[in-house]
């Protein structure tokens, strides 16, 4: 790619600063990213490195928008939220507008072991805009699996935490943290809350390692773990070079347990959602409009070109084209695979 005057214009005051100069700006117009989750940092993170000229956005997301999404989820507002948009769908049309130079490929899947190798490849680089464990450790996986460098992050409440990990450069994610955190021990923006500043704060200091690592520095990445409190006005950063595990089952011993599928969930409990997210079991898409047909008889059907949506007695069934349900108003997972069952089918 050679960018002509006109499209490093809109760039200039970037170049103007000189560690990255005109050379820096043309290595981020030819990165390739994938964003794994579209939701509150995945929002800021793909915003920033749109504007920055980033040449290439994957953006891969399960969820749709919805109304409580928009005091934190930047990308998208009221119409997105009321037309049920997939968030990957409704980013893009956002950031097409910011920047049309930048490519921006939207994805409506669930990411995991089955689809993460054809998602991740031919990108530079992995950003983690995930709200579970489970996927952090399968991008964890995939990247020490293929030398593939990510950004880690994570928000609740008022803080939030982020690093920059390179495989065989700095330690990994199983290596500070050799397990998931306990679901019941660990808050969650369902129990605690959520602000849009710590978002925003986390998902820029993301953004710029990124950049940083996309133009060509990475001997100027943070060399640890930031954790910031906005409520109690603290920036903490945390040394990881010694936190390098000598027996490491991911990164030493190379074992890929998340990436290869031995490890993690059918269905999973969905942040601050009082819902439950049911994978496909056969892998076959949806024809949505037979399924919308069958099911008006049952509940209030609505539908667009990406869902359907089921509303029944208490519950709202989602059904996406790849198979998934999100199943709302509950979050016992026996009942939600109950309903799933008697309304979509095993």
């Known amino acids: 790619m050679n960018p002509n005057d006109s499209q490093l214009d809109r760039y200039r005051r970037q170049i103007r600063f000189a560690p990255l100069g005109e050379a820096g700006q043309r290595r981020l117009m030819d990165g390739r990213v994938l964003i794994v989750g579209c939701g509150a940092l995945g929002c800021v993170a793909a915003d920033m490195l749109a504007r920055a000229g980033v040449g290439f956005l994957r953006i891969a997301d399960r969820d749709f928008v919805e109304l409580d999404n928009l005091h934190r989820q ?73 030398s593939a460098p990510w950004i880690f992050a994570g928000c609740v409440g008022a803080e939030g935490q982020t690093m920059a990990i390179v495989p065989g450069e700095t330690p990994c994610l199983t290596c500070l943290m050799p397990e998931p955190p306990s679901a019941a021990a660990l808050p969650t923006c369902d129990t605690a809350g959520v602000l849009g500043p710590i978002v925003s704060v986390v998902a820029a200091l993301q953004a710029m390692e990124a950049l940083k690592l996309l133009s060509g520095h990475r001997d100027r990445l943070h060399p640890g773990l ?6 109690n006005n603290q920036i903490r950063s945390i040394g990881v070079a010694a936190g390098r595990n000598p027996d490491c089952p991911t990164c030493v011993r190379r074992q890929f347990d998340w990436l290869t599928g031995s490890r993690g969930a059918a269905a999973r409990q969905l942040c601050g959602r009082n819902s439950v997210q049911i994978a496909p079991t056969a892998g076959e898409p949806v024809v949505l409009d037979v399924l919308a047909e069958k099911l008006r008889g049952v509940g209030q059907v609505t539908t667009n070109p990406y869902l359907v949506r089921l509303e029944v007695d208490d519950y709202v069934l989602t059904i996406f084209a790849d198979g998934r349900t999100l199943v709302g108003g509950t979050d016992d997972l026996a009942i939600a695979r109950t309903l799933h069952a008697k309304y979509v089918g095993s």
Do not use: C, M
């Open 226 to 231: 930031t954790v910031v409190d906005l409520w």
């Open 74 to 146: 930047t990308l998208f507002d009221q119409h997105d939220a009321a037309a049920q948009l997939p968030k990957a769908v409704a980013a893009a049309q956002r950031l097409k507008r910011v920047n049309s130079d930048v490519h921006v490929e939207p994805v409506v899947v669930d990411v995991g072991p089955a689809n993460l190798r054809q998602l991740a490849s031919g990108v530079d680089l992995l950003i983690d805009g995930t709200d579970n464990f489970e996927t952090r450790y399968l991008l964890n996986d995939y990247a020490v699996a293929s």
